[in-house]
């Protein structure tokens, strides 16, 4: 994707009787509870805003002219570009334009930011990523290969590749990370960055003052898990 940028759309043009939140599949079996929150506090410093739990992989059945908020890299490419109508934004630019949005206090803890593949090409998500650390008093070491250099995870060769190849590009992807501390905005990533032998923290959690938990870190698991929600949404 080397040269290609993806434009955002205006945050204030947003028309918010037609602004739905989708936390995707992922997040969604990480923290059942965290998409409410976030809802809560879009709804709360942000404006109304509508919760859709319909998955990307599925149409939205949304009106033309649906905004959909998403913290995931791959429904944000799914659903500005399979379903006529509907454009997204990244939560974390949301985020970043509200002024004076309350946000915990990290102190000064540095972290290497490992950046989505399928957000390459929007400089834009990574700026605000950034942003929104900053106001939390982190200080970011940068890794060689970031935003629009990123480098995938890992994740998304399976299961073209095996099992173990897999594992050893996550490994070979977390060593790429000058820090130990790894802020992610993908479930998937949380999982690489530990079978890696990075501490990840999942900006979602970051921004909620919550602990990421890896939890099982079998991509086989992992997967089989993501398939069951997307068939059931």
């Known amino acids: ?21 989708n936390p995707g599949c992922a997040l969604s079996v990480y923290k059942r509870d965290a998409a409410g929150k976030i809802l809560n506090m879009l709804n709360k410093y942000f404006g109304k805003v509508n ?18 908020i998403n913290n995931c890299a791959g429904c944000d490419r799914r659903f ?57 008093n982190a200080e970011i070491i940068e ?10 995870c890992g994740d998304n060769f399976y299961p073209k590749i095996s099992i173990e190849k897999v594992t050893e590009f996550q490994k070979r992807r977390a060593a790429q990370m000058p820090c130990r501390d790894v802020a992610v905005y993908c479930v998937s990533c949380i999982k690489s960055m530990a079978v890696g032998g990075k ?14 938990d890896p939890q099982d870190t079998r991509i086989d698991v992992y997967h089989d898990i993501l398939n069951k929600y997307i068939d059931e949404h």
């Not at 939205?60 to 905004?67: E, H, S, Y």
């Not at 501490?199 to 990421?212: F, K, R, S």
Request: with cysteine.
């Open 1 to 21: 994707m080397s040269g290609v940028i993806i434009p955002s759309i205006e945050i204030s043009g947003i028309n918010m009787e037609k602004c739905y939140f």
């Open 51 to 68: 919760m859709h739990n319909i998955c990307c992989h599925h149409y939205p059945q949304l009106p033309k002219g649906a905004v959909i």
């Open 199 to 212: 501490i990840p923290h999942h900006m979602v959690d970051l921004v909620l003052n919550e602990e990421t």
């Open 80 to 136: 500005r570009s399979l379903y006529e109508g509907v454009q997204t934004i990244s939560l974390w630019e949301v985020l970043d334009s509200i002024e004076n949005l309350p946000l915990p206090d990290y102190s000064g803890m540095m972290v290497s930011v490992h950046d989505s593949c399928s957000y390459r090409p929007k400089p834009q998500v990574h700026a605000a990523v950034r942003s929104i650390l900053r106001k939390m």
């Open 143 to 152: 890794s060689d290969y970031s935003g629009v250099k990123s480098i995938c």
